[in-house]
T-cell receptor, first 115, second 110 residues
Framework: DTGVSQNPRHKITKRGQNVTFRCDPI?????LYWYRQTLGQGPEFLTY????????KSRLLSDRFSAERPKGSFSTLEIQRTEQGDSAMYLC?????????????FGSGTRLTVV | GIQVEQSPPDLILQEGANSTLRCNFS?????LQWFHQNPWGQLINLFY???GTKQNGRLSATTVATERYSLLYISSSQTTDSGVYFC????????????FGAGTTVTVRA
């Protein structure tokens, strides 16, 4: 168990370009979450998966955002036509829920800067 | 969603001092976690503590679920304790999604 892995760690892109981030969760965990954190704020929920099914998307997730988790393993978060307001830290977390007991483990995040 | 308030927003400590961080939440929860975010942005889980008291080295935490608050204690603070501390809560009826407070920024000076 090497924890939750995210890459890249940093991404600088020009406005209008597409970007894709990857998250590899802890293998035994059945849930995978994406959060976004802007400067000086706590992380905010974006979307989550139970195995391969995407169960909920936040209102923060515009149509330019899409997330996938093929085969219930790793997940990707794609942002199309990036805007400066998309600049943030994108955090991935996984958890295992059993009999109402669970805890999150977060990855190191991908810091996106849109110039 | 559940509202989470953390206090104080900022804390400056001299190395060796003790401190208490507080987290108030607006509804009953199934999960409460304290995280430390290091300067590189990683959220490190400190405690999973929906109720009761736990200790890990110089850190300890207490959650009084019936009164909807949690406390994080830092004793004999060190410069490596600097960073932002987040409280996050979740509940089954909200499908276990975590709601975070705004954090407490701790600066420990040598």
């Amino acid at each position: 168990d090497t924890g939750v892995s995210q890459n890249p760690r940093h991404k600088i892109t020009k406005r209008g370009q597409n970007v894709t981030f990857r998250c590899d969760p802890i293998s035994e965990h059945n849930r995978l979450y994406w959060y976004r954190q802007t400067l000086g704020q706590g992380p905010e929920f974006l979307t989550y998966f139970q195995n391969e099914a995407q169960l909920e998307k936040s209102r923060l997730l515009s149509d330019r955002f899409s997330a996938e988790r093929p085969k219930g393993s790793f997940s990707t978060l794609e942002i199309q036509r990036t805007e400066q307001g998309d600049s943030a830290m994108y955090l991935c977390a996984s958890s295992f829920i059993f009999r109402g007991v669970y805890g999150y483990t977060f990855g190191s995040g991908t810091r996106l800067t849109v110039v | 969603g559940i509202q989470v308030e953390q206090s104080p927003p900022d804390l400056i400590l001299q190395e060796g001092a003790n401190s208490t961080l507080r987290c108030n939440f607006s509804d009953s929860v199934n999960n409460l976690q304290w995280f430390h975010q290091n300067p590189w942005g990683q959220l490190i889980n400190l405690f999973y503590i929906p109720s009761g008291t736990k200790q890990n080295g110089r850190l300890s935490a207490t959650t009084v679920a019936t009164e909807r608050y949690s406390l994080l204690y830092i004793s004999s603070s060190q410069t490596t304790d600097s960073g932002v501390y987040f409280c996050a809560v979740g509940r089954q009826s909200n499908d276990y999604k975590l709601s975070f407070g705004a954090g407490t920024t701790v600066t420990v000076r040598a």
